[in-house]
């Protein structure tokens, strides 16, 4: 995968004592992990995207003192944009004050399970954008660009059942993330504040907070750089197996070999129970890393409960 990852520009713009956490709550995230990623100085921009050849047969001949036809293929702007994202974490100065190990550990304690939830709902945008499974004021995802031409229908019947495979080439001309504001990933500092007790907004309490803000955006360069598996689902004989992955393959263009599969983990556990029933041995087939030379990532940003919809 060409380039820096998201990870590597956001632990390029966070402090030496965050890059810990950054680390420690990125490591179940693949597609923060693995994905090329792109700052801008803004938080937007256009991309000029070339829809469709003038000639894609090609062999442009003529006859001596013959005249042949310019070529005039035909390219959309399209627009890509960054949104806020901006967690907030605060707790109860008495309560950190009083842990054993120090207001430090407690506070990088609770942080941790902030980003861990602010990551994992990146990722799930990564796929949904702004539907029910993601967030409705995020970034449009993978679904919003899909091609039609590019999706295998598993044909499960079971609603809310479903879940997806993808297959996703990442690079400038294909498909990143982009960070807007030059790549920012800022955490506020330290500070104390009045918190509004939860129970009772008259009352109040003082309390440790800091925010962190950064504005993510995903770019799809061309929609021939990612396909889709849907309906894969509980009913047997309607999950994931290598014929499916195949027939994702081929309607990858000659040449465009996607970087990754992404799957739920039970769609792995599908494919290695179809490859099992396949083996002649008779042993249970190895966990599955790679598909037709294409590695295999498992996500929890996928889900399992997808309806037959989407």
Avoid at 130 to 152: E, H
């Amino acid at each position: 995968m060409p380039g820096p990852t998201l990870l590597d520009i956001i632990k390029a713009q966070v402090a030496d004592p965050q890059v810990g956490l950054i680390d420690e709550t990125t490591r179940a995230h693949p597609e923060v992990t693995i994905a090329s990623a792109r700052p801008i100085r803004g938080v937007s921009y256009k991309t000029l995207v070339r829809t469709a050849l003038g000639n894609p047969q090609g062999g442009s001949f003529r006859n001596a003192n013959e005249g042949s036809l310019p070529i005039v293929h035909k390219y959309e702007n399209r627009e890509v944009e960054c949104f806020i994202m901006e967690p907030r974490f605060q707790c109860d100065k008495a309560v950190a004050d009083a842990h054993p190990d120090g207001p430090g550990f407690y506070i990088a304690q609770e942080n941790t399970g902030t980003l861990e939830g602010e990551f994992q709902g990146l990722a799930r945008c990564f796929y949904y954008g702004r539907g029910a499974l993601g967030n409705t004021k995020a970034f449009p995802g993978l679904l919003a660009s899909v091609d039609p031409n590019m999706v295998i229908d598993a044909t499960g019947t079971t609603e809310s059942t479903c879940s997806s495979a993808w297959a996703v080439k990442f690079g400038p001309q294909y498909v990143q993330w982009v960070l807007g504001m030059n790549g920012g990933f800022n955490f506020s500092p330290l500070r104390i504040e009045s918190i509004i007790d939860p129970a009772d907004s008259t009352k109040r309490f003082d309390g440790y907070v800091q925010t962190m803000v950064t504005r993510p955006g995903l770019q799809v360069g061309t929609t021939q750089a990612l396909g889709r598996i849907k309906k894969l689902t509980a009913d047997n004989g309607k999950g994931l197996t290598d014929k499916l992955l195949s027939s994702l393959l081929a309607l990858f263009k000659v040449g465009m070999v996607p970087d990754a599969f992404f799957m739920s983990r039970r769609s792995r556990q599908q494919l290695q129970a179809s490859r099992t029933a396949t083996n002649p041995t008779g042993q249970p087939a190895p966990i599955p890393t790679e598909a037709f030379g294409v590695p295999i990532q498992v996500t929890e940003a996928l889900a399992d409960t997808e309806t037959l919809a989407l």
